[in-house]
């Protein structure tokens, strides 16, 4: 009995510990390609966005008929004022806005302060246009350069330095073959687009095909359980 109760004791105050512990912010960037392959969810998320006042709305358009939640990746200097109503629109409609960095230019090819100051100006700007302070918890960086190194790699561990943990690439990006990308597309995947009229086309085709799969259409801090720009590990 005695050792009953000590074992408990012990067992007891391992829990607590456990508990009670500050959870640790990883020493490095993560990537993600995708998301849980057991879980029927799916992250479409559309880049670039020149011209969003033509093509937000019908991008938009298409979510709402299959009941996706998009994630948006603008670049900052597509980002206006003017569009504030439209930006608004996307996000009242439960989409999400992350950052595709203020320029459209490969991170490989940037300093460490050309990136921080980058992503400073991108917040800054799109607290402009919606007139508020919104936080993006996520990167994209342009062609995905630099993100091939994974975390640890001078890229990460500048993100990682700048404040910003969640690098965002993809592991479907054909939006040329139909077929290829229905073979591409699994639990977890994220699908990326771009804001132009060929994948608004195929955003419309992929939605039909993909009908019997009864995939939930979630964004990406949604797929990945992304609370803040930090990544904390169990450490
Ligand atoms: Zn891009």
Redesign the pocket.
């Known amino acids: 009995m005695k050792r009953t109760i000590a074992l408990l004791l012990i067992l007891i105050s391992l829990v607590s510990l456990t508990a009670s512990a500050e959870p640790t912010r990883s020493r490095w960037a993560r990537v993600y390609k995708h998301g849980d392959r057991e879980q029927p969810r799916v992250a479409i998320t559309v ?2 966005w020149y011209y969003p006042e033509q093509w937000l709305p019908q991008f938009m358009a298409v979510a709402e008929e299959y009941g996706v939640k998009m994630t948006l990746y603008p ?1 900052g200097f597509n980002l206006k004022v003017e569009d504030r109503e439209l930006w608004q629109s996307a996000l009242d409609a439960g989409h999400e806005i992350g950052s ?1 960095f203020f320029q ?1 230019k490969k991170l490989t090819e940037r300093s460490y302060g050309q990136i921080t100051s980058d992503l400073n100006r991108y917040q800054k700007r799109l607290d402009e246009v919606l007139g508020y302070h919104y936080e993006f918890l996520t990167v994209r960086p ?2 995905g350069a630099g993100a091939g190194d994974g975390g640890g790699g001078k890229i990460g561990r500048w993100l990682h330095s700048a404040g910003f943990d969640h690098i965002i690439t993809w592991d479907m990006d054909n939006t040329k073959d139909l077929d290829k990308a229905l073979k591409t597309i699994k639990n977890g995947s994220i699908i990326l687009m ?1 804001a132009n009229k060929h994948d608004l086309g195929f955003y419309k085709k992929l939605m039909e095909a993909l009908k019997d799969r009864n995939y939930e259409y979630v964004t990406i801090t949604e797929l990945l359980n992304i609370t803040s720009r930090y990544y904390y590990t169990a450490e």
């Open positions: 880049d670039d670049s595709h459209h342009p062609f771009h």
